[in-house]
């Protein structure tokens, strides 16, 4: 039925509908007029708008038939139109006109009517179904028995009424029929509407015409008869015909909902027993035709009422099982369901209350909803359901409800509830309250938010809570406070000799350390790695003596088992107003970390702006010192070495400087440390090996005993490749292995001696001199110097200032005995730092052969140096 024809089929079939009906209204009046004979016009006139009416719909439904693929979409018009046949051959019978002409109409005439009835119930929207179908025509059967059971008994029984008896209840069922399944089909007007009300006019004038053939009645009455079959014919070929139906609709709905109002089953039988009371009353008697058409009626009820039951039987069925699911689903879910009536308190509970919370039916049911909920959360709850009663969440989600419910221990249960708004479901007319156990989740994010603020390994605060208390701590009016950052040395290489684990317990011993020293309201904290803060209330003194004491503390060796490990610190101070911001206080504490980091081990310095310009001076110096050899910055300048015996130079040292274009000249001092920092330490060694090898090339005038030494850093003398780089240097310049002499730095010596000892043997072996340098400084200087394979001493400066003596008498002063130890050992000796001659004349009077430092000789470029050796040769 969803095949729409084109506009111009339509437009013809609406002529074809026209033309036809108006001749056979035509040919009825010429007979009502006299200009044919009755039987003439009524058999031309309906017997070919029959035979039109059954061709146009039998028509219609083969097109259906092929556009749907179904014949149930098309045996409504295919019965329609047979009927309006059987319609149209009733009309003939009076001009055929044999013996037995009541009864041929009386056949036709029923068969007309059960064809209307049956084409009527299978019309688009009227019915979908046997079952369906078969009530309703139980439904018009009966409303059409208790009429033909009335009309029989009102009034009183007479002979006549026995021989129109067929036709009335035949009309009386059809008619009935046709009535309840046009009422009942969906949609309500249109073809339907027009196809039924055809089918009852045309039925209704039937009967009145086969009742006058039987009844030998007619006349100029039949063609005047004859009019309303015709017009009904019409409109049951228009209606029974559409093709141009709408849908039906979308949600499925039961096909007996339309009439679920209608006394179906009160009016036919009130029509039977008012009619039997009458007859009762006026006749008091009943024949035996009275009695069947009676329990006819009684059958037709008693089935219609059997198909109810069943009805009501079956929609229990389903009601049970639907409240079967409805309990499971409620029994088994994991939250629990309250429904409030207009007051606010509790209707009913889900049978999940005293499972999920322990609540008993006795203990809710009737309890206003705010009595369970936490007075803290009143407010909140109260807000949300008022949102509700005022609809602003009619046509958006429920609204939601973070409360504390009180359950049947009397606890407070952290829970999560939706409201929804039923009021306007008559079955409801409540608010339904759907509340979920949450308390699992919120000790979940208690502990996620407890994890990400606290360091897993140590148990203290981690940067994002050290940065959420400093933003806190800053927030107080007037509130002072310093932050503190330690950086522990020593734990990469615990890490790489001992494991992870013995480095996990170092941080764990650390951490434990730290909070013995802190207040209650200081913040400890592990910002990563081997970085520790402390976040405290004090000012700058108490603050500069806490970091003392955690220096000290942590500085002190930890026993684990199986080991004994020592770590160092730097620590760095800033104070909380100093900073903008938070970042930049914790910035602040970075560098003065970073400072005291270059000033040496276990040290506090406070953040000043000098610290700040001193390590953007030392973060630039590094960028720009990798490219200096390359650049040609880098110089080297000598310093002279001198017989204090006979005032000639018998040697040079070579002085690394970086001659920077902007900020001068830079000593190595501050230089070398850059270099390891920045990792090219040995390419700077190897330079300065190079460089100074070529100057004393050029210096060469065959004084063999004219020497050069230069600064060894301790990375490039732990390599087993530098005794093989000195050899290659040497040949590429020609020199004698002998005038080359490497100094080592004492106070570094103790870091691995094995190494050292078999670097310097390898020298030896190429006949190069080694030096221990600033020989004195260190703290394990005598225990070293039978082991090392050294040919000279270049002494400290702090040697040479010293006055003090061994004993409080007149014993030898400490560099007397140094001197006299190295003389036993066979080692050359060399005083430095001589800046005056009270210096010079007291390592002279020790013994010391040769002597270096400004009073004997500043260093200076090479072009200087040549001139100075030059004129000493003089």
Same mark, same amino acid.
């Given at each position: 039925?969803?095949?729409?024809?084109?506009?111009?089929?339509?437009?013809?079939?609406?002529?074809?509908?026209?033309?036809?009906?108006?001749?056979?209204?035509?040919?009825?009046? @010429?007979?009502?007029?006299?200009?044919?004979?009755?039987?003439? @016009?009524?058999?031309?006139?309906?017997?070919?708008?029959?035979?039109?009416?059954?061709?146009?719909?039998?028509?219609?439904?083969? &097109?259906?038939?092929?556009?749907?693929?179904?014949?149930?979409?098309?045996?409504?018009?295919?019965?329609?139109?047979?009927?309006?046949?059987?319609?149209?051959?009733?009309?003939?019978?009076?001009?055929?006109?044999?013996?037995?002409?009541?009864?041929?109409?009386?056949?036709?005439?029923?068969?007309?009517?059960?064809?209307?009835?049956?084409?009527?119930?299978?019309?688009?929207?009227?019915?979908?179904?046997?079952?369906? !179908?078969?009530? !309703?025509?139980?439904?018009? +059967?009966?409303?059409?028995?208790?009429?033909?059971?009335?009309?029989?008994?009102?009034?009183?029984?007479?002979?006549?009424?026995?021989?129109?008896?067929?036709?009335? #209840?035949?009309? +009386?069922?059809?008619?009935?029929?046709?009535?309840?399944?046009?009422?009942? =089909?969906?949609?309500?007007?249109?073809?339907?509407?027009?196809?039924?009300?055809?089918?009852?006019?045309?039925?209704?004038?039937?009967?009145?015409?086969?009742?006058?053939?039987?009844?030998?009645?007619?006349?100029?009455?039949?063609?005047?008869?004859?009019?309303?079959?015709?017009?009904?014919?019409?409109?049951?070929?228009?209606?029974?015909?559409?093709?141009? #139906?709408?849908?039906?609709?979308?949600?499925?709905?039961?096909? /007996?909902?339309?009439?679920?109002?209608?006394?179906?089953?009160?009016?036919?039988?009130?029509?039977?027993?008012?009619? @039997?009371?009458?007859?009762?009353?006026?006749?008091?008697?009943?024949?035996?035709?009275?009695?069947?058409?009676?329990?006819?009626?009684?059958?037709?009820?008693?089935?219609?009422?059997?198909?109810?039951?069943? /009805?009501?039987?079956?929609?229990?069925?389903?009601?049970?099982? *639907?409240?079967?699911?409805?309990? =499971?689903?409620?029994?088994?879910?994991?939250?629990?369901?309250?429904? #409030?009536? &207009?007051?606010?308190?509790?209707?009913?509970? =889900?049978?999940?209350?005293?499972?999920?919370?322990?609540?008993?039916?006795?203990?809710?049911?009737?309890?206003?909803?705010?009595?369970?909920?936490?007075?803290?959360?009143?407010?909140?709850?109260?807000?949300?359901?008022?949102?509700?009663?005022?609809?602003?969440?009619?046509?958006?989600?429920?609204?939601?409800?973070?409360?504390?419910?009180?359950?049947?221990?009397?606890?407070?249960?952290?829970?999560?509830?939706?409201?929804?708004?039923?009021?306007?479901?008559?079955?409801?007319?409540?608010?339904?309250?759907?509340?979920?156990?949450?308390?699992?989740?919120?000790?979940?994010?208690?502990?996620?938010?407890?994890? =990400?603020?606290?360091?897993?390994?140590?148990?203290?605060?981690?940067?994002?809570?050290?940065?959420?208390? #400093?933003?806190?701590?800053?927030?107080?009016?007037?509130?002072?406070?310093?932050?503190?950052?330690?950086?522990?040395?020593?734990?990469?290489?615990?890490?790489?000799?001992?494991?992870?684990?013995?480095?996990?317990?170092?941080?764990?011993?650390?951490?434990?350390?730290?909070?013995?020293?802190?207040?209650?309201?200081?913040?400890?904290?592990?910002?990563?790695?081997? &970085?520790?803060?402390?976040?405290?209330?004090?000012?700058?003194?108490?603050?500069?003596?806490?970091?003392?004491?955690?220096?000290?503390?942590?500085?002190?060796?930890?026993?684990?088992?199986?080991?004994?490990?020592?770590?160092?610190?730097?620590?760095?101070?800033?104070?909380?107003?100093?900073?903008?911001?938070?970042?930049?206080?914790?910035?602040?504490?970075?560098?003065?970390?970073?400072?005291?980091?270059?000033?040496?081990?276990?040290?506090?310095?406070?953040?000043?702006?000098?610290?700040?310009?001193?390590?953007?001076?030392?973060?630039?110096?590094?960028?720009?010192?990798?490219?200096?050899?390359?650049?040609?910055?880098?110089?080297?300048?000598?310093?002279?070495?001198?017989?204090?015996?006979?005032?000639?130079?018998?040697?040079?040292?070579?002085?690394?400087?970086?001659?920077?274009?902007?900020?001068?000249?830079?000593?190595?001092?501050?230089?070398?440390?850059?270099?390891?920092?920045?990792?090219?330490?040995?390419?700077?060694?190897?330079?300065?090996?190079?460089?100074?090898?070529?100057?004393?090339?050029?210096?060469?005038?065959? /004084?063999?005993?004219?020497?050069?030494?230069?600064?060894?850093?301790?990375?490039?003398?732990?390599?087993?490749?530098?005794?093989?780089?000195? +050899?290659?240097?040497?040949?590429?310049?020609?020199?004698?292995?002998?005038?080359?002499?490497?100094?080592?730095?004492? /106070?570094?010596?103790?870091?691995?001696?094995?190494?050292?000892?078999?670097?310097?043997?390898?020298?030896?072996?190429?006949?190069?001199?080694? *030096?221990?340098?600033?020989?004195?400084?260190?703290?394990?200087?005598?225990?070293?110097?039978?082991?090392?394979?050294?040919?000279?001493?270049?002494?400290?400066?702090?040697?040479?200032?010293?006055?003090?003596?061994?004993?409080?008498?007149?014993?030898?002063?400490?560099?007397?005995?140094?001197?006299?130890?190295?003389?036993?050992?066979?080692?050359?000796?060399?005083?430095?730092?001589?800046?005056?001659?009270?210096?010079? &004349?007291?390592?002279?009077?020790?013994?010391?052969?040769?002597?270096?430092?400004?009073?004997?000789?500043?260093?200076?470029?090479?072009?200087?140096?040549?001139?100075?050796?030059?004129?000493?040769?003089?």
């Amino acid at each position: 039925m969803a095949v729409q024809p084109p506009v111009h089929s339509r437009l013809t079939d609406r002529v074809s509908l026209l033309g036809v009906p108006v001749v056979a209204v035509a040919v009825l009046l @010429a007979g009502v007029a006299g200009l044919t004979p009755p039987e003439v @016009a009524l058999a031309i006139g309906v017997g070919g708008a029959g035979l039109w009416a059954c061709t146009h719909l039998v028509r219609a439904a083969l &097109e259906i038939h092929h556009a749907d693929g179904t014949f149930v979409a098309c045996r409504g018009a295919g019965f329609i139109g047979l009927a309006a046949l059987a319609a149209g051959l009733t009309a003939v019978i009076p001009l055929w006109g044999p013996p037995s002409a009541g009864v041929w109409a009386t056949i036709a005439y029923g068969v007309a009517a059960a064809l209307y009835a049956t084409g009527v119930l299978f019309l688009p929207g009227s019915a979908t179904t046997w079952v369906v !179908r078969t009530r !309703r025509a139980f439904d018009g +059967a009966g409303l059409g028995v208790s009429l033909a059971f009335a009309g029989y008994l009102i009034p009183p029984v007479k002979d006549e009424h026995l021989e129109t008896l067929p036709v009335t #209840l035949l009309g +009386a069922l059809s008619i009935s029929i046709t009535v309840v399944a046009v009422l009942r =089909s969906r949609p309500h007007g249109g073809p339907s509407v027009r196809c039924g009300a055809g089918a009852i006019a045309s039925l209704v004038t039937l009967g009145i015409l086969t009742t006058m053939i039987v009844l030998d009645g007619g006349g100029r009455l039949l063609p005047l008869l004859g009019l309303p079959i015709v017009a009904g014919l019409a409109l049951s070929a228009d209606g029974g015909s559409r093709r141009d #139906l709408p849908p039906p609709p979308l949600e499925p709905r039961s096909p /007996d909902q339309y009439l679920a109002s209608y006394p179906l089953l009160a009016v036919p039988g009130a029509v039977g027993v008012v009619a @039997a009371l009458w007859h009762l009353i006026t006749v008091r008697d009943f024949d035996t035709v009275a009695i069947c058409l009676g329990i006819g009626m009684v059958a037709v009820l008693v089935m219609r009422e059997l198909l109810v039951v069943r /009805d009501i039987r079956l929609y229990a069925g389903q009601l049970q099982t *639907a409240e079967a699911h409805f309990r =499971s689903l409620v029994a088994g879910a994991t939250d629990l369901t309250l429904v #409030l009536d &207009e007051r606010l308190r509790i209707r009913w509970q =889900s049978p999940a209350a005293s499972r999920l919370f322990g609540l008993s039916d006795d203990e809710v049911v009737g309890r206003a909803f705010r009595d369970l909920i936490h007075p803290d959360d009143v407010a909140g709850a109260q807000a949300a359901i008022d949102s509700v009663l005022a609809g602003e969440h009619a046509d958006g989600p429920p609204a939601l409800v973070s409360a504390r419910l009180r359950d049947g221990a009397e606890m407070w249960r952290d829970t999560e509830s939706t409201i929804a708004d039923q009021r306007a479901v008559p079955e409801v007319a409540a608010l339904v309250v759907h509340v979920r156990d949450i308390g699992e989740r919120k000790h979940l994010e208690r502990a996620l938010h407890k994890l =990400s603020y606290t360091d897993q390994l140590t148990g203290l605060a981690n940067r994002r809570a050290l940065m959420r208390d #400093l933003l806190s701590y800053r927030r107080r009016a007037g509130q002072q406070g310093t932050l503190l950052v330690i950086d522990l040395h020593g734990l990469a290489e615990i890490n790489d000799n001992r494991g992870r684990e013995t480095g996990d317990a170092v941080l764990i011993e650390v951490g434990r350390r730290i909070k013995t020293l802190l207040a209650a309201d200081d913040v400890p904290a592990r910002l990563g790695g081997d &970085e520790f803060a402390v976040l405290t209330a004090d000012g700058a003194v108490l603050a500069y003596a806490l970091g003392t004491r955690i220096a000290t503390v942590l500085a002190e060796p930890q026993a684990l088992p199986g080991s004994i490990v020592e770590l160092h610190t730097s620590i760095g101070l800033a104070e909380l107003a100093g900073g903008a911001d938070s970042d930049e206080v914790l910035r602040h504490a970075d560098l003065a970390r970073k400072r005291a980091r270059q000033l040496g081990l276990d040290r506090v310095e406070w953040y000043d702006p000098d610290v700040e310009m001193k390590l953007n001076r030392r973060m630039e110096l590094e960028q720009q010192l990798l490219g200096a050899a390359d650049r040609g910055e880098l110089d080297l300048v000598f310093q002279p070495v001198v017989d204090l015996r006979g005032g000639q130079p018998v040697g040079v040292e070579a002085l690394l400087r970086w001659r920077h274009p902007e900020l001068g000249t830079i000593l190595p001092g501050e230089l070398l440390p850059i270099a390891r920092a920045v990792g090219i330490a040995a390419e700077i060694d190897e330079w300065v090996l190079d460089a100074a090898c070529k100057h004393l090339m050029a210096w060469s005038t065959g /004084d063999n005993a004219f020497w050069l030494s230069i600064n060894v850093s301790p990375r490039e003398l732990l390599t087993a490749r530098f005794p093989d780089r000195v +050899a290659t240097t040497l040949n590429r310049y020609g020199l004698p292995p002998e005038r080359l002499v490497v100094e080592v730095a004492e /106070d570094w010596i103790a870091e691995d001696v094995p190494t050292i000892v078999a670097s310097l043997a390898g020298l030896r072996k190429l006949g190069v001199r080694a *030096a221990l340098d600033d020989f004195g400084a260190g703290q394990a200087s005598l225990s070293h110097l039978r082991r090392l394979p050294v040919d000279m001493l270049k002494l400290s400066t702090s040697l040479v200032n010293s006055t003090s003596e061994v004993a409080a008498g007149s014993g030898p002063a400490v560099i007397d005995v140094v001197v006299s130890l190295g003389r036993r050992l066979g080692l050359e000796i060399v005083a430095k730092g001589l800046e005056t001659p009270e210096q010079i &004349e007291r390592a002279a009077k020790a013994g010391c052969p040769y002597g270096q430092g400004f009073a004997l000789g500043r260093p200076a470029p090479a072009e200087r140096i040549e001139a100075y050796l030059e004129t000493h040769r003089a």
